[in-house]
């Protein structure tokens, strides 16, 4: 029963292997940059598993001892873990165990994978999800490893390299504004978080921007919610 | 500032700990599938769209806008991957493509 549930899970995470193992070998080597030796972004991505925190994380370290602020900053990084959630009560019910796991590795790309993809006739529903779950983590810490362990024979120059980050969520961005019509959440995070910012400066804005984001978004739920009963 | 073995494992304790919470915290609150709060469901639809928004802002907060290079190559490297991404759609061309130049821009150009 396992082993239909891992060949079925297997064909949906390719795409996903491409992309961990570039995007973790592109950690790793950050992380080697700033110092880190390969156990790092190892235990880092075994542990914490969220891509995107992992690269915030990083630079936490590199930033001084504030556990605190890194946990709230994790919150807020990590907030959208709360709707995959809310949209998975139900398939993650009657799962057995497993339920623990599939929570605990629950990416972005994991959740996309689980929350679209009806397993085929006769494969277990729990196992196959679990499969793809593990196949997701096991391309990270896999990817990020190497790059920790290949960051020191790196040769060329990589300053700059930390772009990456940015990179990714600039395309992640990207991503989510082609693929709505209403850009108005997207404007408010961006306007929001210049605004303070600006106010607040660059180690201090963090929990103003969030604050000011929810602020905003609740009050024009109304106008949110009626514009898109009307379109 | 570097952090002693210690201290680096606690910060990563904390992030474990926020992402464990984040993942874990719906099924702790909504056990028995209760009808999820119409204000939690409005802010499950549009939080991750701002959250993004403020994750591109967290990335560039340390860019010096007011003094030379004004930021230019992060914002040059920036239209490219607009440019890049509107044309292909392809996540790795346009992440690893920004990337790439952004790094030639800082180690060729804006030396």
């Known amino acids: 029963m396992k082993m239909k549930a891992l060949k079925a899970a297997f064909p949906y995470t390719i795409p996903i292997c491409a992309g961990f193992t570039f995007l973790g070998l592109a950690y790793g080597i950050y992380m080697n940059s700033l110092g880190f030796s390969f156990v790092y972004p190892m235990l880092m991505s075994m ?13 936490l370290l590199v930033s001084g001892f504030h556990p605190l602020h890194a946990f709230f900053l994790t ?4 907030a959208r873990h709360l709707f995959y959630g809310i949209s998975m009560l139900d398939k993650y019910k009657n799962v057995g165990k497993k339920k623990w796991y599939l929570i605990y590795g629950m990416c972005d790309e994991s959740f996309s994978i689980n929350c679209t993809t009806q397993p085929p006739e006769g494969v277990d529903k729990g196992w196959f999800m679990f499969f793809v779950t593990l196949l997701n983590q096991c391309y990270w810490v896999i990817g990020s490893t190497l790059g920790g362990i290949l960051g020191s024979f790196v040769t060329f120059n990589t300053k700059g390299i930390d772009f990456v980050m940015t990179a990714l969520f600039v ?25 303070c910012l600006m106010l ?20 024009a739920k109304k106008s949110f919610e009626g514009k898109e009963m009307g379109s | 500032m570097s952090l002693s073995t210690g201290q680096a ?29 119409k204000y939690i469901q409005y802010l499950g639809k549009v939080l991750p769209f701002a959250v993004i928004g403020l994750l591109v802002v967290y990335c560039v907060k340390s860019v010096p806008v007011l003094t030379w290079p004004y930021g230019l190559p992060e914002g040059i ?35």
């Open chain 2, 77 to 111: 490297a920036v239209l490219g991957i607009v440019l890049l991404h509107w044309w292909k759609r392809n996540m790795l061309l346009s992440i690893g493509g920004g990337t790439i130049l952004y790094m030639l821009l800082v180690q060729l150009v804006f030396v």
């Open chain 1, 75 to 78: 919150l807020m990084v990590n």
């Open chain 1, 47 to 59: 542990t914490i598993f969220a891509g995107s925190m992992e690269f915030v994380a990083a630079n």
């Open chain 1, 171 to 195: 395309v992640i961005f990207l991503d989510q504004w082609f693929s709505q019509k209403r850009h108005l959440p997207a404007i408010v995070g961006v306007a929001a978080s210049a605004v």
């Open chain 1, 200 to 219: 607040f400066g660059a180690d201090n804005f963090i929990i103003p921007s969030m604050l000011l984001i929810l602020a905003v978004l609740t009050l």
């Open chain 2, 9 to 37: 494992v606690i910060m990563i304790g904390a992030v474990v700990l926020g992402t464990l919470t984040t993942r874990f915290l719906p099924f702790l609150i909504f056990p028995d599938n209760r009808p999820t709060p």
